[in-house]
């Protein structure tokens, strides 16, 4: 069971990064589908989750309004859209799952499974 994040790098205040999240192993279409990111000397942080379906999302307040996830659960992957990027979103970002039919969480150590981490950096 693998979850590999990629999409990263590096761009200007006020840009735009599409990251994808790949699963492979087994199937997660029945599993909440989460982002965490962890800045530099700071601990990790929730971004977003969406459910299996992929009808619903939630999104910490930093990020609302400017961030989309979503999920293609015939391509076993889950994408996040981050628009408007500020230099304070500059992380790491760590793409992770629930186990299957688990429900809503914004608390790391209830994703079971974990991809190794995207760079995205913003310049001000």
């Known amino acids: 069971v693998q979850l590999q994040a990629f999409g990263g790098g590096l761009v200007q205040a006020g840009g735009f990064l599409r990251l994808s999240c790949a699963a492979s192993g087994r199937t997660f279409s029945r599993n909440v589908m989460g982002w965490f990111r962890q800045a530099p000397g700071k601990e990790r942080e929730f971004v977003t989750a969406?459910?299996?379906?992929?009808?619903?999302?939630y999104y910490a307040d930093s990020v609302k309004g400017r961030f989309t996830i979503s999920r293609d659960n015939a391509k076993n992957t889950v994408y996040l859209q981050m628009n408007s990027l500020k230099p304070e979103d500059t992380a790491v970002y760590y793409c992770?799952?629930?186990?299957?039919?688990?429900?809503?969480?914004?608390?790391?150590?209830?994703?079971?499974?974990w991809g190794q981490g995207t760079q995205v950096t913003v310049s001000s």
């Open positions: 969406i459910n299996w379906s992929g009808g619903s999302t």
């Open positions: 992770a799952a629930r186990r299957s039919s688990a429900g809503w969480s914004t608390a790391e150590y209830d994703y079971d499974y």
